[in-house]
């Protein structure tokens, strides 16, 4: 089962962060064979880290919880809150797969928030910019709630163009780097 998990930075918390950051890396090195996308977001300024994204692939709920909520930042009060929901891998790819590679042009994380009827079920026709694109789903995986995305685009609006206008309740675009140790 695939699962999106964002942690979502506290105000303030950079430098626990910074003194967690192998901790941070173990833990997620635990995790390398399950991961299909991870890395930070940041403020508009492109500097400020205000959370972390996960997409891995787990045998159960119960799983993705411990993933989630064991992880050392989180443990320590790091994290404001954290979005964990089910997740599909329509892309059928990890972000290391991603045919324009890691460093090239400006990426964001699109997370549209339902109600009503599902959204953008099908992968957009130019999905050559995508490097993750799934529903969020309920617990049992019959209810859609939203949609991720991770996409390069030339700005924030760009990215925010891949997910359908009038379809959500709310949208939210972070600027998003590729994770991972260097």
Same mark, same amino acid.
């Given at each position: 089962?695939?699962?999106?998990?964002? +942690?979502?930075?506290?105000?303030?918390?950079?430098p626990l962060r910074e003194e967690l950051g192998e901790a941070h890396w173990a833990y997620m090195d635990q995790y390398e064979a399950e991961l299909i996308a991870?890395?930070?977001?940041?403020?508009?300024?492109?500097?400020?880290?205000?959370?972390?994204? +996960?997409?891995?692939?787990?045998?159960?709920?119960?799983? =993705?919880?411990?993933?989630a909520f064991d992880e050392p930042n989180y443990q320590a009060g790091a994290y404001r809150d954290v979005l964990l929901r089910r997740w599909r891998n329509l892309l059928g790819r990890t972000m290391w797969?991603?045919?324009?590679?890691? *460093?090239? $042009?400006?990426?964001?994380?699109?997370?549209?928030?339902?109600? $009503?009827?599902?959204?953008?079920?099908?992968?957009? *026709?130019?999905?050559d910019e995508l490097i993750a694109y799934g529903p969020l789903l309920?617990?049992?995986?019959?209810?859609?709630? $939203? *949609?991720?995305?991770?996409?390069?685009?030339?700005?924030?609006?760009?990215?925010? =163009?891949?997910?359908?206008r009038d379809r959500y309740a709310d949208v939210e675009v972070h600027a998003w780097e590729f994770g991972g140790r260097r």
């Open positions: 089962m695939e699962f999106f998990c964002y +942690h979502r930075d506290r105000v303030g918390s950079l991870r890395g930070p977001t940041f403020a508009a300024d492109g500097e400020t880290p205000t959370g972390s994204v +996960h997409i891995v692939d787990l045998p159960d709920s119960a799983a =993705a919880r411990s993933f797969e991603f045919p324009g590679g890691r *460093t090239d $042009g400006n990426r964001y994380l699109v997370i549209g928030l339902g109600p $009503g009827p599902e959204a953008d079920p099908q992968i957009p *026709t130019d999905q309920s617990d049992d995986g019959e209810v859609w709630v $939203g *949609t991720a995305v991770l996409v390069r685009a030339s700005d924030a609006e760009g990215a925010r =163009a891949v997910l359908s």
